[in-house]
């Protein structure tokens, strides 16, 4: 199994892969925070622990900008996996304190990816 | 129609939205940039007014984060507007430059959203 390159603090810079051959899931998940970032690094590396351990979970990809949108996108072998990992228990509770405190707007879509393309520069 | 975040400079700041009823289709671009950007923010620009201008497109969310890594989701009514922008010649020009010189690495991911989730604090 790949990881994506949140899960590859050690190489920031290095590159990314396509991670499954089509079709797979996509989690788009697009927030804006609130000011009150009180536990959060905390909680999304305990997220991040949990979800690696995920059945059919395939990597992430992440970035947020100076203007504070951020964009995660988690990638899946299925819809069901993606139901599960929603429905988990400690996940929930993460979301309820995400709600509560540091997510000020977010919206997420479960997307079927359906064609790939994939650029890398010759060496 | 909706524009997303990229398209709204002066409210940087502002929310956003889902931008349409499922099923809708979103291109996930992922990139990581060359050290040479001269010339991309003009056709960066540019390609935001010609994708403003054309048929079912919905509108974009994007971010870079402090790695490197890119993250532009943009949103169509329909996979079929998505090729015609995907071939239209000045895009295509574009394409080919972004290869020949911005572009180290990227992804795209053509996927057909199928359900959402959206939060919005309470004022």
Sequence with gaps: MKY???MDEEHELAGFDLLS???YYATIFTTRMTNNLDGYEEMADRMAELVN???GFLGMHSA???DG???TVCYWRTEEDITAWRTDLEHKEAQDEG???WYDQYTVEVARVERTIEFRRPN
């Design 99 to 101: 709600r509560g405190r």
């Design 53 to 55: 351990a995920r059945k």
């Design 21 to 23: 051959e089509v079709p």
């Design 4 to 6: 994506g390159l949140v």
């Design 64 to 66: 947020r900008g100076d």
């Design 69 to 71: 949108l951020g964009i």
